[in-house]
């Protein structure tokens, strides 16, 4: 095959395989002129997402994504002539403060062309505070008040993250976000009420793969370091750390704090461990007790390396028991037993019913077998006698 057949030839399949593939979505809607785009929020709220075009509509849907979180958003926007406006109602937690939005719409106008709007972005964040933010490498710190405050945070940011990584071999493989609030009462709307009416302070909250947030209390330092244990675990979970049982995710979390927790005298269940707790006077043995177990298996059970193993091998798919045993060869129920008796208290062994010795049947049919002689004897007895009374 000659030159000039060569390109004629690649240029033929060229134009086969253009037809072949469908055309995107933005071009098939070169006839629709969008006039305005805008989008709203307030926090922990609602965020509003307004199109109009042109022409008249027949369908607009909004699409959008979180930073740091699985899958995509979606909603159907009611429509008035060519405007379209998307509410999107918000609660506390729901989108971790400090994440990117990415939105975009598909539209659908009276004459049937279709568009797909380009992505916009923006930064969700608590509005009624200034904030600030550093960043170094993979490393994003916010924060509101004192400008030199944000170098404080980040390299306790960064010696945290280091901490973990080195005791447990975490890896960080997304970017990490964490955001520093002044108090209690500030951070309340960014994170879900997890102990609902308990009337539990949480000091912080790990609320996806990328972000944490925390005030900045007496020890934020050991905090800090409980939650990025958490956000580094979520990614090598590749989702959210809930998915582990309480023991197994707390655990880890409160090792890595350094300082032991005090509550094992009275060890709850391992059903309890597993799910956590749900009364007020069971978090803190629930936390300090997981620790124990994690503890536990980190120095009686192959260090920390094995307990990474479970963590893979849980996030490949497998079950807690079935994890569990192909690492360390018991199931739950074992490790409880042995997690108890290592802290000193042993599950107290059900007693067993006392089996009667072998020979105690043959006793028993004789003693029924005499007793219903004697009773045959004695009936005959009397028959003869009542007889020989009847003759006379």
């Known amino acids: 095959m000659g030159e000039r057949s060569r390109v004629r030839f690649a240029l033929t399949l060229l134009a086969f395989v253009a037809v072949l593939i469908p055309v995107p979505t933005q071009a098939q809607g070169i006839g629709i002129r969008v006039i305005d785009e805008s989008y709203s929020y ?12 042109e022409s008249t509509l027949r369908e607009a849907n909004l699409f959008y994504t979180v930073e740091g979180e699985i899958g995509q958003s979606f909603r159907r926007a009611p429509i008035s002539g060519g405007r379209a406006v998307a509410t999107v109602s918000l609660v506390s937690g729901q989108i971790p403060p400090a994440s990117q939005v990415t939105y975009f719409w598909r539209l659908e106008d009276s004459q049937g062309q279709l568009l797909r709007t380009n992505e916009q972005s923006f930064r969700y964040l608590d509005q009624q505070f200034s904030w600030k933010s550093k960043t170094r490498e993979d490393v994003t710190v916010f924060w509101y008040g004192r400008d030199n405050l944000g170098n404080q945070l980040l390299e306790q940011t960064e010696k945290s993250l280091g901490e973990v990584k080195n005791l447990l071999g975490l890896t960080q493989s997304q970017p990490i976000r964490v955001v520093f609030y002044q108090s209690w009462a500030d951070m309340q709307p960014a994170v879900a009420d997890r102990w609902g009416d308990q009337q539990v302070v949480s000091l912080g909250v790990a609320m996806n793969m990328q972000t944490a947030v925390l005030f900045l209390h007496s020890s934020w330092e050991e905090t800090l370091t409980h939650e990025l244990t958490h956000v580094l675990t979520s990614q090598l979970m590749e989702g959210p750390y809930d998915r582990l049982p309480f023991w197994l995710s707390e655990g880890l979390a409160t090792y890595t704090e350094g300082s032991t927790r005090e509550g094992t005298q009275n060890p709850l269940s391992i059903g309890l461990l597993s799910s956590g707790p749900t009364r007020a006077q069971d978090i803190g043995p629930a936390y300090a007790q997981a620790q124990s177990m994690v503890t536990f298996l980190i120095q009686e059970h192959g260090g920390e390396e094995r307990i990474l193993e479970l963590l ?81």
Not at 361 to 389: D, E, H, M, Q, Y
């Open 42 to 53: 307030t926090f922990a709220k609602e965020a509003i997402f307004e199109i109009e075009i």
């Open 312 to 392: 893979t091998t849980m996030g490949q798919g497998e079950t807690v028991d079935n994890a569990l045993l192909s690492v360390y060869g018991f199931d739950r129920t074992e490790l409880e037993k042995r997690w108890r008796a290592w802290v000193g208290k042993p599950i107290a062994e059900t007693p067993q019913p006392q089996t009667p010795p072998q020979d105690e049947p043959i006793r028993f049919a004789l003693a029924v077998g005499a007793f219903s002689v004697l009773c045959f004897g004695a009936s005959v007895l009397l028959l003869c006698t009542l007889k020989k009374a009847w003759r006379k």
